[in-house]
């Protein structure tokens, strides 16, 4: 989060001109988009909301209440109407003479759906007895670090009566379900002047009898709890610093030269992605005096180890004495060692009934000096899990400062993370794509080639770093790419591939970015032709630098980098039917096309060993969209073969076997194919996409 914003107060966004035309539901929307829009307030995926409306029943025309509430899944921040369940009160107050008690709870989720008002398609969540059984109209559940900073302390019920002075009740440690339903309904009748309650070890309930005066309120509780902790948080935090912060440099060195290394360590079932955090909250907590005790009690508020287990890895890292090979050798204990500790986890506490361990693998990893990586199946997991750490962090400094932190208990933690609800959650998960936490890296980004196996390596999953010397054609390629892949998922650097340095501090890039690199597609180029006679050494030698140079020095890095993940990779070389067949005036490009499917071969024949794969696409007169046909190289093969510059694409496509036109998402199908799994026998190979030169035909 903005550091800024971070100690800026929470203040009321409404808008009453804004507000006075909407209907109640479209009140709770702009409630709940209010609310989401600051992860002070809650974090992403986190805290419901709801609103109980009068409204015309379909059937009978008759007025009935209804139960507005987000449903399952979603972000509050960015919820939209059909994001919300709607379920009829009288029917959902009728389910409580089917509730046979605590132990068969879960059972009550399968009646939900009959509740169901207007047929809705939006399932309701676990948490909408919570909603429905709190006798107000308006209810916020929120998940700030203030309150749960309150919630998370030995003295949580003491301490909520200071600070609130009886506005706010409180509610022992209880799972998530329909029993807490009933009795946040109790406490809520009983005491009617409260405005809310704290949920010891979780979260905040607010209320209020209109939207507005729901938002306010709960936006005020939260803003006391934050002053009350500011004013009373002893000093030093986390028991003062024990080391000190290396410089952002040499810390953001570290992670690159890290994050590739574990990413391979634990990605040997699936793929990981991650994310690198070195902010001020993070840099304070993992530099203290405090760190190794803190991170062994685990988080307390259910949403947050249900994105970071209950508790993290802390690297052996001395930034004193920084020695990254002592680093690196330690891994394998430390990952093994938090393993067996999970697995010995899921073995004391499982039921007779529970789900099978999952990937015991650590998600977040504390590096003191340094900062915080997560790991996760895609990249924005991995980000909303670091997100979800800070959020404990804060939650532990309140809490510590003023009192004693306490986790929630083990066996509570583990009811949680393998309940059959979210199990049954977790299996109706669509299937992963087929490059799902794969890392791709493009050059020649900026182009129309670049652009359409960006956007195909995308669609199937992966992330993508494009890269290209032309900064504005990068910037206006990942505009349209954010649109297929979402922001998480694409990254571009501004890099001339003939330097070394700026190939290599693209790569490390990539893998502070992403955790690595799994995918090369060289594609960067540019075409000259000139008779042999008119071929200056200067356009000899920008060809070869480009399009062989540049080559060699992108493949060698990312050789380097898939050996150290020891994952495998796989590596497509966009080349040229030049490359097999010569053309007359255009020796200096045709020569060095060659050299580029030579030299693919010749780093197939080293990759095998690691399980790194080397194919080539030879596409030919790909003209829509090109940057190169866009230049002087149209008009040099339009003189070349005695046309105009307007004929040259119908020349190409009347010249081809197949008389089409080469497009460049023809391109993009075969970089796919031969750096997918479905490749995944394939190295050494060339696949020609010309629609048909007999010339070409490899052999």
């Not at 670091?386 to 804060?394: C, P």
């Amino acid at each position: 989060m903005n550091q800024t914003k971070q100690n800026q107060p929470i203040t009321s966004l409404w808008d009453d001109a804004q507000a006075a035309p909407m209907s109640e539901p479209e009140l709770l929307l702009y409630r709940s988009n209010l609310l989401g829009s600051d992860l002070r307030i809650t974090n992403f995926g986190g805290g419901n909301t709801s609103a109980k409306v009068t409204m015309d029943d379909p059937l009978t025309g008759q007025p009935v209440e209804v139960l507005w509430v987000k449903g399952s899944g979603g972000d509050l921040g960015s919820i939209k109407l059909d994001g919300f369940s709607t379920l009829y009160m009288d029917k959902l107050n009728a389910l409580k003479g089917r509730y046979r008690g605590l132990a068969l709870e879960d059972e009550m989720v399968a009646y939900l759906p009959h509740c169901t008002f207007n047929l809705n398609p939006r399932a309701a969540s676990i948490d909408t007895p919570l909603h429905a059984y709190i006798a107000r109209k308006h209810v916020d559940h929120m998940h700030p670090d203030s309150v749960i900073a309150i919630a998370a302390t030995a003295n949580s019920r003491a301490l909520t009566q200071k600070i609130f002075e009886g506005e706010l009740g409180w509610l022992p440690w209880k799972r998530p379900g329909y029993d807490l339903g009933l009795d946040l309904e109790k406490l809520s009748k009983e005491q009617p002047n409260l405005k809310g309650i704290i949920l010891e070890g979780h979260g905040l309930f607010t209320w209020g009898d209109t939207a507005k005066a729901c938002y306010e309120n709960t936006l005020a509780m939260i803003q006391r709890a934050e002053e009350w902790l500011a004013a009373n948080v002893q000093q030093p935090v986390f028991g003062g610093a024990l080391v000190t912060p290396l410089p952002a440099g040499e810390r953001a060195a570290l992670a690159t030269r890290l994050m590739p290394l574990l990413r391979g360590k634990i990605s040997k079932t699936e793929y990981k992605l991650g994310h690198f955090d070195d902010s001020d909250t993070v840099l304070e907590f993992v530099c203290s005096r405090d760190l190794a005790p803190l991170a062994a009690l685990g988080t307390s508020c259910p949403d947050h180890f249900l994105r970071t287990k209950i508790r993290p890895f802390v690297v052996d890292f001395d930034p004193a004495a920084p020695d990254f090979e002592k680093v690196a050798a330690s891994l394998d204990a430390g990952l093994e060692a938090y393993r067996n500790d999970y697995i010995a986890y899921h073995q004391r506490c499982k039921r007779d009934n529970s789900p099978a361990v999952r990937d015991a693998n650590p998600i977040i990893y504390l590096i003191p000096g340094v900062g915080m990586l997560s790991f996760a199946k895609d990249k924005a997991t991995a980000r909303i899990a670091s997100e979800f750490y800070v959020n404990a962090i804060n939650v532990m400094r309140g809490a510590n400062g003023v009192d004693k932190y306490v986790g929630l208990p083990e066996q509570e933690a583990f009811d949680i993370e393998y309940w059959l609800l979210e199990e049954a959650k977790l299996q109706r998960m669509p299937k992963p794509k087929s490059l799902a936490g794969r890392i791709a890296l493009v050059t020649g980004g900026g182009g129309g080639i670049g652009q359409a196996v960006a956007r195909q390596l995308l669609a199937e999953g992966a992330c993508v770093l494009l890269t290209d010397i032309d900064g504005e054609a990068l910037e206006e390629a990942k505009s349209a790419l954010i649109k297929v892949g979402g922001k998480d998922n694409v990254a571009t650097a501004v890099a001339n591939i003939t330097s070394e340095e700026q190939v290599e501090a693209v790569l490390g890039e990539c893998a502070l970015r992403f955790g690595g690199v799994d995918l090369l597609i060289s594609n960067a180029g540019i075409a000259s032709s000139a008779p042999l006679e008119e071929t200056t050494l200067e356009i000899w030698d920008r060809n070869q630098d480009i399009l062989v140079k540049g080559y060699f020095l992108a493949s060698r890095g990312a050789f380097r980098m898939m050996k150290t993940q020891k994952l495998g990779g796989s590596m497509v070389f966009v080349a040229s039917k030049n490359g097999l067949v010569a053309s007359a005036g255009a020796s200096a490009y045709c020569t060095a096309k060659a050299a580029e499917i030579h030299l693919a071969r010749c780093v197939a024949l080293e990759g095998a060993p690691h399980g790194i794969r080397v194919n080539v696409v030879n596409p030919d007169a790909v003209i829509r969209g090109s940057k190169i046909w866009d230049g002087k190289w149209k008009q040099e093969r339009a003189q070349s073969n005695k046309i105009e510059a307007d004929d040259v694409e119908a020349f190409y496509r009347d010249r081809s076997m197949l008389k089409r036109s080469v497009l460049p998402e023809d391109i993009a199908e075969a970089v796919y194919f031969l750096a997918s799994d479905k490749a995944g026998k394939s190295t050494g190979n060339v696949l020609n996409v010309d629609a048909g030169n007999a010339g070409a035909f490899t052999r």
